[in-house]
């Protein structure tokens, strides 16, 4: 799968922008096996850039391309197939059913397409330390505990590009390695790329190339 992004910017941000980032107002392009870190200071955009690849807001000028169709052009029905089978996402709100247990969120997510069997959760959940809490609410679940979650989530479908916005916010880096660990093993399962976007550096993100937004 090819991403391309072609002279965008957030239409609330200055022209001026342009020149001192490495993204905006650029013509860049991903493919499959690509592992961006993108190290983006409070301010400069991030979460508006991973929602604009998702396609959760259209909100700025320029083009975002995959595989050459323009992503402002995909129907309805072209965003979520889109969404269900080559790109997953980490978002920094996380977005899980407050009511619903951690497990009924992931597994919820896994049926949407399953990549995975269902004991695939309790594996995961046991190498990310809450296996123990896959049958609590997600509102009684401390932040770190929900990030795991969402983590999990995100690797529970098929992909050619997972998006992540501060995926270890809420951790310790004990825990942001494990998760990440098992992050590069389910990217390297698909031969997929990876757009992650941190305030700073990660070292233990064996990223192949750093971009500065």
Known sequence: ????LKNILPTYFEQGRKQNSGIWGKDLHFSNGDLIKIVAPSGTGKTSLIHFLYRMRIDFEGSIFYDNKSLKHFSNEEIANLRRNQLSVVLQDMRLFGEQTL???LEIKRQLNPFHPPEKIAEMAERLGIATRLNAPAKNCSYGEQQRAVIIRALLQPFDFL???????HLDEANARKAMELIMEEVQLRRAGVIFAELERVDFFPATQFIHL
């Open 1 to 4: 799968m090819q991403l391309t």
């Open 103 to 105: 497990f009924q969120n």
């Open 163 to 169: 998006l992540m916005d501060e995926p270890f916010s």
